[in-house]
């Protein structure tokens, strides 16, 4: 069944069923929050295969980022470019440059992190489509979506060059089953120009 959206189809919009959904929703995050804690402040301590195995994968992307290296600049955008979880990309851009990476690598490997991340940014909100209908209201959701079809690519670019949100956009526009031709186009090409003109600014005028 198609469940994209347009003018015509029965938006369901229960305001109690809403604050339900937000409640479980919030207390989900809450729960998350509450074992993250308990893991950083005793579990990672436990010795034994699941905690060792976690502790050395976080330990091993925490070492790469904070080395610089350039596995740590794929680990930036990778995880960085997570509408969930933001990490300033643009900040660690230039201490990747101070460390020695050549602008060109560095940029392409910004761009490869960023389709991984931005790609399951997509596929969440497209996934989650009847879930998002039930937390924004109507008038949101087709507000965004008009801006979007008045001028298509255009913002999708706007949103990437310039300091936006463009990571919660990409879940967006998964959530409106945006044309995926002109999303990795419009998003490549922002970023693309946005950390060029980065670099550009560091080597010649800071």
């Known amino acids: 069944m198609n469940h994209e959206f347009n003018k015509t189809s029965i938006f369901e919009y229960n305001y ?3 604050i339900r959904f937000l409640t479980i929703v919030v207390l989900f995050v809450l729960i998350l929050i509450g074992v993250c804690c308990y893991y950083y402040l005793s579990l990672r301590h436990i010795d034994n295969f699941f905690v060792n195995t976690i502790n050395g994968i976080v330990d091993h992307v925490r070492f790469q980022i904070t080395s610089l290296s350039l596995l740590g600049a794929f680990y930036t955008t990778a995880f960085g470019g997570l ?3 933001p990490i300033p990309t643009e900040i660690l851009f230039f201490a990747f440059l101070g460390k020695g990476i050549l602008a060109p ?5 910004y761009l490869i992190g960023l389709i991984l991340s931005f790609t399951i940014n997509y596929k969440v909100g497209e996934r989650l489509s009847e879930v998002s ?3 924004i209201t109507p008038k949101k959701f087709y507000k965004i979506k008009v801006a979007v079809n008045k001028y298509g690519m255009a913002t999708v670019f706007a949103f990437n060059v ?3 949100p463009a990571q919660p956009l990409s879940a ?3 959530v409106f089953k945006y044309n995926k031709v002109k999303f990795y186009l419009a998003f490549i090409l922002g970023q693309g120009i946005k950390f060029s003109v980065l670099a550009l600014a560091y080597f010649y005028i800071l």
């Open 16 to 18: 109690y069923k809403k």
């Open 83 to 85: 509408f969930f979880l």
């Open 105 to 109: 690598a560095l940029v392409f490997i």
């Open 133 to 135: 209908k039930k937390i």
């Open 162 to 164: 310039l300091p936006l």
């Open 172 to 174: 967006v526009l998964g």
